[in-house]
């Protein structure tokens, strides 16, 4: 009868750190994540398409509207390294911490965590178009481009190495 209890007991403490782990870490699609982890996210978030590889840009992306929407990873089957936002055409829409229709837009597609953490991240370096922020959880790089607005989400590991390369692309010729 003791084994049977503590059988019991075991379970349900283990069903309950599962229950708190799915409650405070929602699925969300994050540099450092499986690619397979943004794909099934990206499949519940209506603001985007479905995402398809493209063997030239080393990632999968996908177009819904005015909202373009990419992932890079280091393969197919990979690692996220870097996720990016592009609204055209909707010049109410800007990847500001003080643009409201922005911090939604990224609110809806992500969470308020990561809204918040934009909203309070804090520039550290502006190369070119590029303004580079860090966050507490991650770092972000917003950019005005044409007919549009781009918001970055890398992780907080690679802020210098990019930092760093858009420095090197402002003096040599860089695929981008």
């Given at each position: 009868?003791?084994?049977r209890?503590?059988?019991?007991?075991?379970?349900?403490?283990?069903?309950?750190?599962?229950?708190?782990?799915?409650?405070?870490?929602?699925?969300?699609?994050?540099?450092?994540?499986?690619?397979?982890?943004?794909?099934?996210?990206?499949?519940?978030?209506?603001?985007?398409?479905?995402?398809?590889?493209?063997?030239?840009?080393?990632?999968?992306?996908?177009?819904?509207?005015?909202?373009?929407?990419?992932?890079?990873?280091?393969?197919?089957?990979?690692?996220?390294?870097?996720?990016?936002?592009?609204?055209?055409?909707?010049?109410?829409?800007?990847?500001?911490?003080?643009?409201?229709?922005?911090?939604?837009?990224?609110?809806?597609?992500?969470?308020?965590?990561?809204?918040?953490?934009?909203?309070?991240?804090?520039?550290?370096?502006?190369?070119?178009?590029?303004?580079?922020?860090?966050?507490?959880?991650?770092?972000?790089?917003?950019?005005?481009?044409?007919?549009?607005?781009?918001?970055?989400?890398?992780?907080?590991?690679?802020?210098?190495?990019?930092?760093k390369?858009?420095?090197?692309?402002?003096?040599?010729?860089?695929?981008?």
């Amino acid at each position: 009868m003791f084994a049977r209890n503590k059988f019991n007991l075991l379970s349900t403490a283990a069903l309950s750190v599962c229950a708190i782990a799915l409650t405070v870490a929602p699925a969300n699609a994050l540099p450092g994540q499986n690619i397979n982890t943004v794909l099934n996210w990206a499949k519940t978030r209506p603001q985007l398409s479905a995402l398809k590889y493209n063997n030239e840009a080393h990632g999968y992306e996908g177009r819904n509207g005015n909202l373009y929407f990419y992932v890079n990873t280091t393969s197919e089957n990979g690692t996220v390294t870097k996720e990016g936002i592009t609204v055209s055409n909707d010049p109410s829409i800007k990847f500001t911490t003080n643009n409201a229709k922005g911090m939604k837009l990224l609110q809806n597609i992500y969470n308020s965590e990561i809204a918040n953490d934009f909203r309070n991240s804090r520039s550290v370096a502006k190369v070119g178009r590029d303004t580079f922020s860090r966050g507490q959880k991650f770092a972000y790089i917003t950019a005005e481009v044409q007919n549009g607005t781009n918001l970055q989400i890398i992780s907080l590991n690679n802020l210098q190495g990019e930092i760093k390369n858009a420095k090197y692309c402002q003096t040599h010729q860089c695929d981008l």
